[in-house]
């Protein structure tokens, strides 16, 4: 624990003492409070109003059942979350995750750090996040559309347009969001743009596919030139997870210039020397939903490796964790670290454990943390909801262009704090003060609500 402040101490220990079993959420409450000492000892106000006391709870959280028949008729009964956290700026935001591991914990450290990271994109958007730990694995499309009716049933009468606006995540494609649209309609009666990561042919945006790993190749070619003084140009890149955002991440790092080397999935991961071929990967991943294993099998010199982990003693000069949290630890980032690796850029939320993120801090590694790096999905979805209100549709360029544009001031907002709170360079600190700010001030004006 580092902090010391004594205002941010005690607010910490009331959140461990009133969520003592959720690891998750308290680890992202630790991360954003010690970076917030400085600020706080700056501005008086921040305590005299309960800022942190309110930001830490969230403003409501739902629990509900999700009962579903499976292609044998039997019954199936999953448990499911919306959490609204904080909805200072803007509608609560945030996607829906279906997978085994979600729990309330987990639904709440991602709608925590959704508040920062919606605020950063300078978009009006609040933090929300929801999920089942339905797995969606194996299961038929008619299994995956008889589970998100019934998740949509219930969660249908807490969301809308303008209160709440869902998206993907983990587990969430545009077939869930489809089926989850469809049953929304169905029993609102209502076509409003309460889903986003919908299908181009009912209001969905063009580029969302792309949003969250080119947007990552955006902010990190920000940390490349301003911290490393270089580019992808030439660069060896690994990139864990083999999903959205992995994908898409590898395709722009190659479009830059630089050698995707590896993917991963929770299996395992491909080790391709000559460079990854995307091809081949979206063939096995988009279309026949298979495993990476896949990949060596069907391209000649690529290896396969069990144990998804390994993937980080793959020598890099950038890694792009872009699978799950805390997938990348203290001894994975040692080992890239003495193997010269010069920038890390979290594509998924909360990749690197609380150790890791220490080591890159520690031995002066550029880090772009995950609620400024992988904002671009967050900031797609923002832009479509603005498209929906206007009944409009922008080309996949202009929403490109927006979206490089937004990452990149996402980029020079936490620097530019960084550097005047005296962390230069700390993106984790620069971050999550900018994203902060935001929120306090919003809150600040509206007072104690
Ligand atoms: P997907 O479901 O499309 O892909 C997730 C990928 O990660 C899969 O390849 C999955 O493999 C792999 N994976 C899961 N667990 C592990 C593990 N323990 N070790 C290695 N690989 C693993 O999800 P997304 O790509 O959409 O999301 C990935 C991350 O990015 C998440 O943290 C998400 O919250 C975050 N994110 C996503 C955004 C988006 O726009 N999609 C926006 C911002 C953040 P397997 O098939 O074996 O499960």
């Known amino acids: 624990m580092s902090l010391k402040n004594e205002y941010l101490l005690s607010v910490y220990e009331t959140v461990k003492k009133r969520n003592g079993n959720e690891p998750e959420f308290l680890q992202a409450v630790e991360e954003v409070l010690s970076s917030l000492e400085p600020v706080v000892e700056r501005r008086p106000e921040i305590q005299e109003k309960g800022i942190v006391e309110r930001l830490v709870e969230p403003e409501r959280m739902i629990q509900f059942r999700v009962p579903w028949v499976d292609d044998n ?216 939903r298979a495993r990476i294993s896949e990949y060596a099998n069907r391209v000649s010199g690529a290896e396969y490796f069990d144990n998804c982990r390994n993937i980080w003693s793959i020598p890099c000069d950038v890694a792009l964790p872009c699978a799950t949290q805390n997938e990348l630890d203290e001894e994975a980032a040692k080992t890239l670290i003495k193997n010269g690796v010069m920038c890390v850029a979290e594509g998924a939320n909360m990749p690197c454990t609380q150790e890791a993120v220490a080591q890159w801090i520690e031995n002066k590694i550029p880090f772009g943390p995950g609620k400024a790096a992988n904002a671009g999905g967050v900031a797609c979805s923002g832009l479509e909801m603005s498209q929906n209100s206007m009944r409009y549709s922008w080309t996949f360029e202009e929403v490109d262009e927006k979206i490089h544009g937004i990452m990149k001031n996402i980029f020079a907002n936490g620097y530019a704090a960084s550097k005047e709170y005296g962390f230069d360079g700390n993106m984790v600190i620069g971050s999550n003060i900018a994203g902060f700010s935001k929120v306090c001030d919003a809150m600040l004006a509206q007072g104690i609500v």
């Open 73 to 288: 008729g039997k019954t199936q009964v999953n448990r499911a979350f919306r959490v609204e956290f904080n909805s200072a700026i803007g509608p609560y935001k945030g996607g829906l995750r279906l997978h085994p591991t979600v729990n309330a914990s987990v639904i709440k450290f991602l709608g925590f750090e959704q508040i920062f990271k919606n605020a950063l994109t300078s978009l009006p958007m609040g933090g929300g996040k929801g999920g089942s730990d339905f797995d969606p694995k194996g299961k038929s499309d008619g299994e995956i559309m008889r589970f998100c009716q019934s998740f949509m049933t219930e969660l249908y009468r807490h969301i809308g347009p303008d209160t709440d606006v869902p998206a993907g995540d983990i587990g969430v494609g545009g077939r869930e969001i489809g089926f989850m649209f469809g049953q929304y309609k169905r029993l609102t009666n209502t076509f409003t743009g309460v889903l986003t990561g919908k299908g181009l042919e009912y209001g969905g945006s063009l580029f969302r596919t792309q949003a969250t790993g080119y947007g990552l190749c955006y902010y990190t070619q920000e940390m490349l030139k301003h911290l490393c003084n270089t580019s992808f140009e030439g660069k060896t890149v690994v990139v864990s997870g083999s999903g959205n955002v992995a994908i898409y991440a590898a395709q722009k790092a190659m479009e830059l210039g630089a050698k995707v080397v590896a993917l991963s999935d929770s299996s395992g991961y491909v080790y391709d020397k000559d460079g990854i071929k995307l091809d081949v990967v979206k063939q096995i991943k988009e279309v026949e």
